[in-house]
């Protein structure tokens, strides 16, 4: 294989060669290697997708690939060390900075020290080669949006979430690119709704202790079922270190494939867990098939349990019901109290799907970039993006664990259903059909009866076909 000789090559470099590289040598096999993990984990992901591969080729390639990444970093490293002692004349050798790893620090929301600390450097050097590069600083980015724009712009978020409190509020803020203190972002909802902050103040949240040792050694996957009633099933994953949402999405269904076919997305976003928790339920039985054919058997590579002891998870799933399914469970029983949606109609259920499913996916899109980026109070203010970048430097999957690994006693979900089977709608529309109810009706499209009016019309129209 291509990969495989090219991968001889640089390691026969790196044997011989180590001590007498030049910086323009050494940036080149840099670049050589960068190119190769891209190729390599392209290949991997094919692999693993292949019927005909063995568990034990799969293994050996998931950990060829960690020695790929291994190299890139320790070339990473001595491209750096040569980059910083290529001064002429006297003085302490500079310091190389790449303006790129600067400027994904600070659009993860990092603080001057923080990226400071990371690059272990002090901050006054970090301020000064800052200058120098001419990278933005977004100091005054606070100062770019007056309180009125700021107002706008919390109250359609307070209008889409209305039980999003000051931190979920900044951390969707900083989804948007809008950089403002949190401050600002509370004096801004005072404004806008006080009687809500004041209701929230009043309610005391009880935290208790979990730990996972780093990003990726623990993903939690359920299914949320409030509104399991209309045939909606909403399926997550949760990394158990970080707490970042690795996917959040919406189906008609509770089939293997699909839970599979979500998992196997966020890990090419992120990687591949070390091992993953998830109920008993038979919709993860295609992602434990595949997690103990990448992983390996014998490590407890997946591990099923009750839900109560999925906690890391049921923790997300309360604050995704408070805040994006609770106005939609709210609004399908107002349609059934006004005779215009039966959970037992399927053609209702077909417009239904057809008009909710993507306003539902939209705002939990929203809600995960929302959530990654909101700030943790126990974790000294860190967002989950950047507790997971940080994470992935202290990996170490090797370690024995327990069946109990990543539980926490918690309380039941009471939307929690244990095996779900959603019955297939029987409507089927030819493509010309689906084609004709696109162009005439766009779910997306803006609705002051938060999609009711879109809801009507499609049925209408699937009544006179």
């Not at 491209?79 to 910083?84: A, K």
């Not at 005054?140 to 509020?169: F, H, T």
């Not at 109560?308 to 399914?325: A, G, K, P, S, Y």
């Not at 037992?344 to 705002?363: C, G, K, M, S």
Request: glycine share 4%; net charge negative.
């Amino acid at each position: 294989m291509d990969i495989l000789s090219d991968l001889d090559d640089l390691l026969c470099d790196s044997l011989l060669n180590c001590h007498r590289m030049s910086i323009q040598a050494t940036d080149r096999i840099v670049l050589r290697l960068e190119i190769l993990s891209d190729a390599f984990e392209d290949y991997v992901i094919e692999v693993s997708h292949s019927a005909t591969a063995t568990p034990t080729y799969i293994s050996l390639c998931v950990e060829l690939q960690i020695v790929i990444a291994y190299l890139l970093v320790l070339w990473q490293t001595e491209l750096l060390r040569i980059s910083s002692s290529d001064r002429p004349g006297p003085g302490r050798p500079r310091v190389y900075l790449n303006p790129e790893m600067i400027e994904f620090f600070r659009d993860n929301g990092y603080s001057w020290q923080q990226c400071a600390n990371m690059l272990m450097i002090s901050r006054t050097t970090l301020w000064r080669r800052v200058q120098e590069l001419g990278i933005p600083t977004l100091r005054s980015s606070s100062a770019l949006i007056s309180d009125a724009e700021l107002d706008a712009v919390v109250q359609m978020i307070y209008k889409q979430s209305p039980n999003n409190g000051v931190i979920m509020v900044w951390g969707q803020l900083k989804s948007q690119h809008i950089q403002v203190s949190r401050r600002r972002v509370r004096d801004s909802l005072m404004r806008v709704c006080p009687e809500a902050v004041r209701n929230r103040a009043s309610r005391a949240i009880s935290r208790r202790i979990y730990n996972v040792h780093c990003s990726n050694a623990l993903w939690h996957i359920d299914g949320l079922h409030c509104l399991i009633r209309w045939r909606i099933v909403i399926h997550g994953s949760i990394d158990g270190y970080s707490r970042k949402i690795t996917y959040l999405h919406a189906s008609d269904n509770n089939r293997a494939s699909t839970v599979l076919a979500l998992f196997l997305e966020a890990t090419d976003n992120d990687g591949w867990p070390s091992r993953v928790r998830s109920d008993k339920g038979g919709e993860n039985i295609d992602v434990a098939r595949a997690m103990l054919t990448v992983r390996g058997v014998g490590r407890h590579s997946h591990i099923a349990g009750t839900s109560v002891h999925n906690q890391r998870i049921e923790r997300l799933w309360r604050d995704t019901f408070r805040c994006v399914c609770h106005s939609f469970y709210a609004l399908f029983y107002d349609m059934e109290d006004m005779l215009i949606l039966s959970p037992t109609d399927e053609l209702q259920l077909y417009a239904l799907h057809y008009v909710f499913l993507p306003r539902i996916n939209r705002l939990l899109k929203e809600f995960k970039n929302t959530w990654n980026n909101h700030h943790l109070r126990s974790e000294h203010g860190l967002s989950p993006n950047q507790l997971w970048l940080q994470g992935l430097s202290e990996c170490n999957f090797d370690c024995d664990v327990e069946t109990d690994f990543g539980t926490q006693d918690g309380q039941p979900n009471p939307f929690d259903m244990g095996r779900v089977e959603i019955p297939h709608t029987t409507v089927n529309l030819t493509s010309t059909e689906e084609q004709a109810l696109r162009d005439q009706i766009n779910p997306l499209s803006h609705s002051e009866l938060s999609g009711l009016d879109h809801y009507l019309n499609a049925y209408e129209y699937l009544k006179n076909l």
